[in-house]
């Protein structure tokens, strides 16, 4: 098999293998994301080629940082040049596993488990949904963005039957570790947590929270920052 090149016909090292993954640091990982968001509108718009400080405008990093995330994948760039962008893009999917597809089960299919039902976004990156799942008997039977919502009382089957190892946990805060648990049970090890609360997980699983609200209220003190600011500001001039 060839070897992938650069735009120079030079030999790139790929990525590192599942084993030298575990190496990346945690706070590297979350920002080889963003590189891929941005390297994939850039493909969008058939940009081959990206330079360090480009690629670390679009992502919101300053480009020490970014050559230094992309070291851990054994890609340097050139000198003059940049990246290539199709072979760096290679590289970051298959560091963050994104070459194989993954099955994903939605929990809770209120307001929000609805929207994300509806995410394009998880199709294009590589993840899909595999089953919609809830309790409430008036949504069990019902169809949403094209899944039929099935009973959590399933739960154990529908993982079973999907090779769901990914959930997306959209439940209210006073059922979310017990709906957690379940996960676990059944043989999930990654979950996305949009409950208000924090679940507790055995080792061998991982959780990313994603609190809105607590997002909304740092927006909310970097405007009173602000407005204190220009009130300082009028005063003084």
């Known amino acids: 098999m060839s070897q992938p090149r650069n735009v120079r016909g030079q030999v790139v090292p790929d990525a590192p293998r599942a084993g030298e993954a575990r190496s990346v640091p945690d706070a590297t990982v979350a920002r ?5 968001g941005v390297l994939t509108l850039l493909a969008e718009r058939a940009i081959t080629t990206v330079s360090s400080e480009e690629l670390a405008t679009g992502a919101g990093v300053n480009s020490a940082m970014l050559r230094k995330d992309l070291s851990y994948l054994g890609s340097y760039g050139i000198r003059g040049v940049g990246y290539d962008v199709g072979i ?5 999917s298959r560091t963050l596993g994104l070459t194989v597809h993954r099955s994903v089960a939605l929990v809770g299919v209120g307001n ?3 929207a994300l039902a509806g995410y394009a976004g998880f199709a294009s990156r590589g993840f899909r ?3 919609l ?3 409430a008997p008036e949504l069990v039977g019902t169809t949403v963005q094209g899944f039929t919502v099935r009973d959590v009382a399933e739960l154990d089957r529908v993982v079973a039957e999907e090779g769901i190892t990914i959930a997306v946990l959209a439940v209210p805060g006073k059922v979310a570790q017990e709906v957690c648990d ?3 049970a059944a043989g999930v090890t990654s979950i996305l947590n949009f409950a208000p609360v924090v679940v507790s997980v055995p080792e061998h699983v991982d959780v990313r929270k994603v609190d809105l609200a607590a997002e909304l209220q740092i927006l909310s ?4 920052r602000k407005a204190a600011a220009a009130l300082t500001k009028a005063a003084n001039s």
């Open 32 to 36: 080889l994301a963003t590189y891929l």
């Open 88 to 92: 760096l893009t290679r590289q970051i």
């Open 112 to 114: 929000l488990g609805q």
């Open 129 to 131: 949904i595999a089953a």
């Open 133 to 135: 799942l809830d309790a």
């Open 182 to 184: 379940r996960l676990v």
């Open 221 to 224: 003190f970097h405007e009173n």
